[in-house]
């Protein structure tokens, strides 16, 4: 049993490859975009709406992991204090974590961000700003480039490493 968390920064490709993963492993899917709609807060990105939003999802995924081997959960998590709240609930859950990052080149992510997106707000300027924000991580992950792979080999990549 694990919760599968696909990470990275605004347009990398994340939603895209944890929708299909989801879809794939026939798990439930939690992403905070989605989650941050639900509760009427598009828009409200203090870090005290970042934090609930987080807590939010986190709740979801928890009552979902008494129904389901995995789940999948979908978000920047651009901060320790978030990755922690994954970490938490895990160990509270007796999961693993796997971590997948989405990655892609600056150009890749311009011409994303430059179209609308069903539920992400972010566009290149708030891409930019946190990249330059970002905490990296202290915990392996597989790293996964969407602007070089297709989302097949991305979920071919996946597969194996969740079990590892």
Not at 130 to 146: M, N
Request: charged share 25%.
């Amino acid at each position: 049993m694990a919760v599968i968390v696909v990470f990275g920064l605004p347009g990398t490709g994340k939603s895209f490859l944890a929708q299909r993963l989801s879809d794939t492993l026939q798990v439930p899917y939690f992403n905070t975009d989605i989650v941050r709609e639900q509760a009427q807060k598009k828009g409200n990105y203090t870090a005290e709406d970042k934090q609930r939003i987080y807590e939010n999802m986190l709740d979801l995924a928890e009552d979902a992991l008494r129904h389901h081997t995995h789940v999948v959960i979908d978000g920047t998590f651009s901060k320790k204090p978030y990755r922690n709240l994954v970490t938490r609930l895990a160990k509270n859950m007796k999961q693993t974590v796997v971590w997948i990052r989405t990655e892609a080149d600056d150009a890749v992510v311009r011409e994303r961000v430059s179209h609308q997106r069903e539920h992400s707000e972010a566009d290149y300027q708030v891409y930019q700003k946190i990249k330059a924000t970002f905490e990296e991580t202290d915990f392996p992950y597989l790293a996964l480039d969407s602007g070089k792979l297709t989302v097949e080999q991305m979920i071919q990549q996946s597969l194996p490493y969740m079990h590892d």
